[in-house]
């Protein structure tokens, strides 16, 4: 499994930004897939998660009402729609896919990684 993830950028605080996680290769044996965060300094953190099949979500606190999570499984792509971006939200962004039927905020749950995508909020 391959998974890309773009749309980040530069923007004000109040901003709104989409990223984008596509993923290819052998995908079909995919139960979730989630968004991790690394900010300049810190450790890697839990952002989202969502299961293929189904509706439910998981975020972080620092993040629930302003992000959502979704996907489109045809695409083979999740989204993180970010509004109401603040400077604390800056960091590389990335999409994870795990294999396992688990759902965790805890990185090593993760089978598979995307490279990132850095997102900077200007105050």
């Known amino acids: 499994v391959q998974l890309q993830a773009s749309g980040g950028g530069l923007v004000q605080t109040g901003d709104s930004l989409r990223l984008s996680c596509a993923a290819s290769g052998d995908t079909v044996g995919i139960y979730g897939m989630g968004w991790f965060r690394q900010a300049p300094g810190k450790e890697r953190e839990f952002v989202a998660a969502?299961?293929?099949?189904?509706?439910?979500?998981w975020y972080a606190d620092s993040v629930k009402g302003r992000f959502t999570i979704s996907r489109d499984n045809a695409k083979n792509m999740i989204y993180l729609q970010m509004n109401s971006l603040k400077p604390e939200d800056t960091a590389v962004y990335y999409c994870?896919?795990?294999?396992?039927?688990?759902?965790?905020?805890?990185?090593?749950?993760?089978?598979?990684w995307g490279q990132g995508t850095l997102v900077t909020v200007s105050s």
């Open positions: 969502t299961r293929r099949a189904g509706t439910t979500a």
């Open positions: 994870a896919a795990v294999m396992a039927r688990i759902i965790s905020t805890m990185e090593s749950t993760y089978d598979y």
